[in-house]
């Protein structure tokens, strides 16, 4: 593996961990994002939809600045937690982080 992918890797690693003492785990900040997005758009989100959202936001952005590294930093984030946030979304389990 390239030392480039793997200083991504890690970057992207420290990110979620960082974002998790900010934010709280990655389900529960998600869960809260798509309620709110429930009630705006009055029409039901997941918190799995909201990882997979926020994925593809960094992913149009790196359409517009492929060379923007915090974008493909975080679209690693993003994809990095997305089967745990699906995982205890599936379970409704808080404490999955």
Sequence with gaps: MSDN???IFDEARLL????GRVYGSPY?????IAE??????????TAHQVVL??????LARLVETPT???SVVDAVA???FYEDVLEAQLSDDYEKF
């Design 5 to 7: 992918r793997e200083a």
């Design 78 to 80: 993003y994809l990095a």
């Design 28 to 32: 529960t900040n998600h869960k809260r």
């Design 53 to 58: 959202a926020m994925a593809a936001v960094k």
């Design 68 to 70: 923007h590294h915090d």
């Design 16 to 19: 979620i961990q960082d974002r």
């Design 36 to 45: 709110l997005w429930t009630g705006l758009f009055e029409f039901p989100i």
